[in-house]
């Protein structure tokens, strides 16, 4: 530990003599108590934290998860509601106040100069979301670094950024509580399908449900709930989430129940509904989280949850090339889904939403100038808890950093000003040279989706977006002129490796082509030849054929892009998908 802090001073001396990126994810309350020493620049200000500066809000005290600075003069006081709010206000203070930019897990922007502190100023601020959570490695890797996002959906080994707030984004624990690999034989059959229909194309998670009918699968998910409150005894909240499929039962007494809707919630609601009360009678208080997805995402007017259930609802087919200030026809589905859950339903909505191209990680969905207004959208309906979907374990994909840093600051606070934020990211973290080019890139990227008027989702490929392989040329024309101008080697291999998305554009035509003749015939939906088949022969046998080490990350960019060059002649691509 002491060896490491005093790596960390080395880098804080050395910001102070040269405007710099110090590498590292810095404890933010450490950093300004580092900053305000004694002999320092600011060293002249007294800071009062915590409750020390309890005198300066008693007459107006401090709403739950509010935070809350005030420069008076030379004193600087900093609260919050909870220690972790106090924490978020460090962070807030040490952005706003001073320009210091965390900008990723190992990376944060300090100034050589700092700007004068003004004689009085008084911050307060609620953010829209109450509970902020992204599924991104970069975050959810890094407890530091998700802190410093102003994030709380994580809970963690250190006291501090412990877990707030007990509320738990749901996830697919169907797949735990009934695992299909350990109840797949029994007898009768648990699930929406036999063994012999599941293939081993896909993963079986997305092939089956169980049969929320059957009292066997009520009695199983029942007990494991029971003895997981029971292991956790300070527990809130517990989840049924249901499988990530859309094959859900059909067998007699579900169908009863459906009737010609096809609609699962006329089994899932009564399932979920006697397995909370269950719970709750029989052991004790406890909230019940649930998925409104895929199927489960319409609503029935004659049936609702009972007073025990969480709802996170999933908008997982919205259009991301339009937001929603534009009703186009997903956004009409989700605003009548909404107003459906919100007749008949008067429990808590949370919301889980998809904010990048899932399925194809190097391509990107033309949605950052999106994001303010979808989120604002759904604030507004009601859900102020966000579980946000991002790159997931591809931490290695195009504009990930990106994505992460402005979808946390917006989750914080909506009313930012979006474009200063993405320059503000682009000065620090590509180089100020390069930011024009790049702004405008995103711009282009964006206006190309738009001018389309194609309405593709979280599960699409380039076509779906709009782009034609003849984009490619400028965008990458773009690409390469931010590289041109920018002489900081590592800054130069970052935009080098924003290259694969219009690449990745430049095959789109010819790889659809060939591969829906190829396969037509056959059984297997294309949308998994497509995305699976392109991954296998473009990225693994590339790096494989190549002396690549991975493809995920650390490779040699511009051995890559030549490749991708000689790629796009007809008989190389005929070659390698043989």
Same mark, same amino acid.
């Given at each position: 530990?002491?060896?490491?802090?005093?790596?960390?001073?080395?880098?804080?001396?050395?910001?102070?003599?040269f405007?710099a990126?110090?590498?590292?994810?810095p404890?933010?309350?450490?950093?300004l108590?580092?900053?305000?020493?004694?002999?320092?620049?600011?060293g002249?200000?007294?800071?009062?934290?915590?409750?020390?500066?309890?005198?300066?809000?008693k007459?107006k005290p401090?709403?739950?998860y509010?935070i809350?600075?005030?420069? $008076? &003069?030379d004193n600087?006081?900093?609260?919050?509601?909870?220690?972790?709010?106090?924490?978020?206000?460090?962070?807030?203070?040490?952005?706003?106040?001073?320009?210091?930019h965390?900008?990723?897990k190992?990376?944060?922007f300090?100034?050589?100069?700092f700007?004068k502190?003004?004689?009085?100023k008084?911050?307060?601020?609620?953010?829209?979301f109450?509970?902020r959570?992204?599924?991104?490695?970069s975050?959810?890797?890094?407890?530091?670094?998700?802190a &410093?996002?102003?994030? &709380?959906?994580?809970?963690?080994?250190n006291?501090?950024?412990?877990?707030?707030?007990?509320?738990?984004?749901?996830?697919?624990?169907?797949q735990?509580?009934?695992?299909?690999?350990?109840?797949?034989n029994?007898?009768?059959?648990l699930?929406?399908?036999?063994?012999?229909?599941?293939?081993?194309r896909q $993963?079986?998670?997305?092939?089956?449900?169980p049969?929320?009918?059957?009292?066997?699968?009520?009695?199983i998910?029942?007990?494991?709930?029971?003895?997981?409150?029971?292991?956790?005894?300070k527990e809130?909240?517990?989840?049924?989430?249901i499988?990530?499929?859309?094959?859900?039962?059909?067998c007699?007494?579900?169908?009863?129940?459906?009737?010609s809707?096809n609609?699962?919630?006329?089994?899932?609601i009564?399932?979920?509904?006697?397995i909370?009360s269950?719970?709750?009678?029989?052991?004790?208080?406890?909230k019940?989280g649930?998925f409104?997805?895929?199927?489960?995402?319409d609503?029935?007017?004659?049936?609702?949850?009972?007073?025990?259930?969480?709802?996170?609802?999933?908008?997982?087919?919205?259009c991301?090339?339009h937001?929603?200030?534009?009703?186009?026809?997903?956004?009409?589905?989700?605003?009548?889904?909404?107003?459906?859950?919100?007749?008949n339903?008067d429990?808590?909505?949370?919301l889980?939403?998809?904010?990048?191209?899932?399925?194809?990680?190097?391509?990107s969905?033309?949605?950052?100038?999106?994001?303010?207004q979808?989120?604002?959208?759904y604030n507004?309906?009601?859900?102020?808890?966000?579980?946000?979907?991002?790159?997931?374990?591809?931490?290695?994909?195009?504009?990930?950093?990106?994505?992460?840093?402005?979808?946390?600051?917006l989750?914080?606070?909506l009313s930012?000003?979006?474009?200063?934020?993405?320059?503000?990211?682009?000065?620090?973290?590509?180089g100020?040279?390069?930011?024009?080019?790049?702004?405008?890139?995103l711009?282009?990227?964006?206006?190309?989706?738009?001018?389309?008027n194609q309405?593709?989702?979280?599960?699409?490929?380039?076509s779906?977006?709009?782009?034609?392989?003849?984009?490619?040329?400028?965008?990458?024309k773009?690409?390469?002129k931010?590289?041109?101008h920018?002489?900081?080697?590592?800054k130069?291999?970052?935009?080098?490796k924003?290259?694969?998305?219009?690449?990745r554009? $430049?095959?789109e035509?010819f790889i659809q082509?060939?591969?829906?003749?190829?396969y037509e015939r056959?059984?297997?939906p294309?949308?998994?030849?497509?995305?699976y088949r392109?991954?296998t022969?473009?990225?693994?046998?590339?790096?494989? &054929?190549?002396?690549?080490?991975?493809?995920?990350?650390?490779?040699?960019?511009i051995?890559m892009?030549?490749?991708?060059?000689?790629?796009?002649?007809?008989?190389?691509?005929e070659?390698?998908?043989?």
């Open positions: 530990m002491y060896i490491k802090k005093r790596f960390f001073l080395l880098f804080l001396l050395i910001s102070f003599l405007e990126n110090i590498y590292a994810s404890n933010a309350e450490s950093l108590k580092e900053l305000f020493k004694p002999n320092s620049s600011l002249n200000y007294r800071l009062l934290i915590g409750k020390k500066a309890e005198k300066q809000i007459s401090l709403s739950e509010e809350f600075y005030k420069i $008076s &003069n600087i006081y900093i609260s919050g509601y909870s220690d972790l709010d106090i924490y978020y206000a460090i962070v807030c203070f040490l952005e706003n106040e001073l320009n210091i965390f900008l990723t190992d990376e944060v300090i100034p050589k100069f700007p502190l003004p004689n009085a008084e911050f307060r601020h609620i953010p829209p109450k509970w959570s992204t599924y991104s490695k975050l959810s890797s890094n407890e530091t670094f998700s &410093n996002m102003k994030l &709380n959906g994580y809970t963690t080994k006291p501090l950024f412990r877990q707030q707030n007990t509320t738990k984004y749901v996830h697919h624990t169907m735990d509580l009934l695992p299909w690999n350990q109840y797949k029994h007898k009768p059959n699930f929406s399908r036999p063994v012999h229909e599941i293939t081993n $993963s079986h998670v997305y092939q089956v449900q049969c929320f009918t059957n009292q066997t699968v009520k009695k998910v029942f007990d494991k709930l029971k003895a997981q409150m029971l292991s956790n005894p809130t909240k517990v989840n049924i989430g499988y990530d499929s859309n094959y859900f039962c059909n007699p007494s579900c169908a009863k129940l459906q009737g809707s609609n699962p919630n006329y089994t899932f009564p399932f979920a509904n006697e909370a269950r719970l709750n009678k029989e052991v004790r208080p406890i019940v649930v409104a997805y895929l199927k489960t995402a609503p029935v007017p004659e049936l609702s949850y009972n007073e025990f259930i969480e709802v996170q609802y999933c908008p997982i087919a919205s991301q090339v937001d929603m200030t534009t009703m186009c026809e997903s956004h009409l589905k989700i605003v009548d889904q909404i107003e459906g859950w919100q007749k339903f429990g808590k909505i949370d889980w939403y998809y904010g990048v191209n899932f399925n194809n990680s190097q391509l969905a033309p949605n950052f100038f999106n994001y303010q979808d989120l604002i959208f507004n309906a009601g859900m102020d808890r966000i579980f946000m979907q991002l790159s997931g374990p591809a931490a290695d994909t195009s504009w990930h950093e990106l994505r992460d840093y402005l979808t946390s600051q989750m914080w606070d930012i000003d979006v474009p200063q934020k993405i320059k503000i990211f682009l000065k620090y973290y590509y100020e040279q390069a930011v024009p080019y790049l702004f405008e890139y711009k282009t990227y964006q206006k190309i989706a738009l001018k389309s309405h593709g989702h979280c599960h699409s490929e380039a779906d977006y709009g782009f034609q392989a003849s984009d490619y040329t400028k965008l990458l773009i690409l390469k931010a590289r041109s920018t002489t900081d080697l590592k130069r291999k970052r935009i080098e924003l290259f694969a998305e219009p690449y554009i $430049s095959l035509d082509l060939q591969f829906k003749n190829k056959t059984n297997i294309w949308s998994q030849i497509y995305k392109f991954r022969i473009f990225f693994r046998n590339f790096c494989q &054929n190549n002396g690549i080490n991975s493809y995920r990350g650390h490779i040699d960019l051995q892009y030549e490749y991708w060059d000689r790629l796009l002649t007809r008989s190389v691509i070659e390698e998908i043989k």
